[in-house]
């Protein structure tokens, strides 16, 4: 369930690209943040879904002859900034570009790539077909070309597989094939873990795990896990980590989080974002904005019985000004 608060009765994209650009105050793209009024763009944006953005920023380009995107990076900065701006992409192309700065960032952490894991396994096959058509007008390159090019050798294998995958997105369950499933996965972490110390053998070598994992239609996988972990008494991630504290062992229990539950993977995605002496915003804010549509109250629910407080006070307690307002007002608050 989403968390935006659209209100019942919207203004036209018309009104709301005027009172953007008033906003403005009539500099945009002129002068960096000389008397812009960020409240009245927080109001108008982050209470508007995925199509009603489409539309201002549609409008907005034939009423000025200017691209909105560039008139929000002309006129904010910042965390508030890159905020407003994936907010205001289409979907798919904001997904597209997390995906490129994931793989063209120095570092190539779990933190990095498991944008590219969520995109392929949290949301619906049509969106990743999106993305990746995006993808290829935005850079001149496939998805799956870049990450065989800029992806660490451990990880390459699951990830050009995930992306390349296009899952049945219908509630379609075999019990016997999930049943059978969970013993082959069984036996292929067993064997990783047998052969692993003579052999150096890797988890991505064994093709029927990475083959369950990257085709079957999500309903179908939670059953396979479900039975998993009846079977054997433990999760399947809490096994595959028992192979290896690797990128790779990560990585695939961010597979396994973001098939089975997408809102624990991103309350904690969140919570990784906000302990310690600093705030990863950016992991922050790519939970919100990618989820405030989708789940986000569920998120908020798994936070809440994780780490009891609630998201928004979490939000509150870590950030500050604009970028705060921002963020809870697609958490459903009022400003």
């Known amino acids: 369930m989403a968390t935006i608060k659209v209100p019942q009765v919207v203004p036209s994209p018309a ?61 904010l900065s910042g965390d508030f900034r890159k905020a407003v701006i994936l907010w205001t992409y289409d979907p798919a192309e904001r997904d597209a570009r997390l995906a490129n700065q994931a ?13 590219i894991v969520e995109i392929a396994c949290a949301a619906p096959p049509h969106h990743l077909a999106a993305v990746r058509r995006a993808y290829c007008t935005l850079f001149d390159v496939s998805l799956e070309e870049d990450i065989t090019a800029k992806a660490p050798l451990p990880v390459q294998k699951v990830l050009v597989r995930l992306v390349s995958s296009f899952r049945f997105d219908k509630e379609a369950v075999d019990s016997s094939i999930a049943a059978m499933e969970a013993v082959k996965l069984r036996k292929a972490i067993e064997a990783v873990k047998l052969r692993k110390a003579i ?78 002496l600093g705030t990863d915003e950016d992991s922050l804010t790519r939970a919100i904005v990618s989820r405030a549509e989708i789940d986000m109250v569920r998120i908020g629910q798994e936070y809440l019985e994780a780490n009891k407080t609630s998201l928004e006070e979490a939000v509150i307690g870590d950030t500050s000004w604009d970028y705060k307002d921002f963020l809870i007002t697609l958490l459903g608050a009022d400003i």
């Open 15 to 75: 009104d709301d690209s005027r009172t953007l650009h008033r906003a403005f105050q009539g500099v945009c793209c002129l002068v960096v943040g000389l008397g812009t009024d960020e409240k009245a763009i927080i109001r108008t944006l982050g209470r508007r879904n995925t199509a009603q953005r489409g539309l201002i920023r549609d409008t907005f380009r034939q009423l000025y002859n200017k691209s909105l995107i560039d008139c929000l990076h002309a006129e």
């Open 103 to 115: 793989l063209t960032s120095r570092q190539k952490g779990i933190t990095e790539l498991q944008v």
């Open 199 to 276: 052999e150096a053998k890797k988890l991505d070598d064994d093709d029927e795990l990475i083959r369950v994992l990257t085709t079957r239609n999500a309903f179908q996988l939670r059953e396979t896990f479900k039975l998993y972990k009846i079977n054997y008494g433990r999760s399947i991630d809490e096994d595959i980590m028992s192979c290896g504290k690797g990128i790779l062992e990560s990585l695939l229990k961010v597979v396994i989080w973001c098939i089975d539950s997408p809102e624990k993977h991103f309350a904690e995605v969140v919570r990784a974002a906000i302990v310690g």
